[in-house]
């Protein structure tokens, strides 16, 4: 039985996550947004799920389609709005974009558009954790967050390796929406026993079918408790979910033939967001939305308000040998 509480939070997050999206979506032709932008629609209640347990130092690792893990984590708002502006009060200062968000404050690692990069960039933070551990006596933990073609990188089995050899505190989570841009699972793995083959490593492995966000927050929620309690990580959890927009943009490329619309059609009917919105009453989810409306207004307000990086800016950050 879940509280009315737990519900209310759950919906409130992935129903803030699309609705920011999909606002983005609106104004993406004002190119008011400087840099692409990929969508998360559909995929919320994974985000959600995975963030929900964790404590606020504990660290999400995403990738280029990261808002919804930012958000889900307790990112900031104004910042990631105006850090897809371009302007300097983004998280990274305007020269990033959607692509690289961070919030180290909320627990947020840096994004990477490189396919893969980031999974070995959080199994080194696991490590940095572990020894940390040693010192404090309390156990922060990493969530690496990827899709199932971030699998397919060299890294990503060198990654698993040494955080299983290490027992590393570390979650994996593929997000497997079965496309690697227009490319379906069925044209590019002999097999899909995904957990099956991560499990040779000597990794616990969890397969879930429906991205119900339930589901998902329970079983990050034991995961973290196991690794926190018997240093025993790293496990890997495979969710099964669905892109309902195009790979990146703001369109549904519904008409460009490559995916089975009758698969679309079926993650739809199990969507997270509007099965959350009926178990609760009619007043709160409008007093939820209208919270919405105001924190994408004021995220909106803060982005316009905010100036564009000061030329000097240009020379900041660049390393040179
Ligand atoms: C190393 C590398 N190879 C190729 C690309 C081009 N590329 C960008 S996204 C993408 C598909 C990745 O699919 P997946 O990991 O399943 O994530 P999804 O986009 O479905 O969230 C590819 C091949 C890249 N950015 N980096």
Redesign the pocket.
Known sequence: MHTPELVARLYKKMSLIRRFELRLAEIYHTDAIKSPV?L?VG?ESIAVGICDPLEKNDIVSN???CHATYIAKGGDLNEMMAELYGKSTGCAGGKAGSMHLVDMKNGVLGAS?????TIPVATGYALAMQMEAEKTGHQRMTVSV????????GCFYESINFAALRKLPIIYVC???R???H?PIEKRWATEKLCERVATYGIETHKLDHADVFTVRDTIARAAAKIRAHRCGPIFIECSTY?WLE??GPRDDHEDNYRDLDEYRRWKEHDQIARLAKMLDAETVARLENEITAEIRTAEEFAEKSPYPADEELYKHVYAV
């Open positions: 990929h998360s995929q990738t280029y389609r558009a490189v396919v893969g990069t990827f899709g199932d073609g971030g699998t397919e990188e997000e497997n929406n496309l690697a841009i490319t892109r790979h990146v």
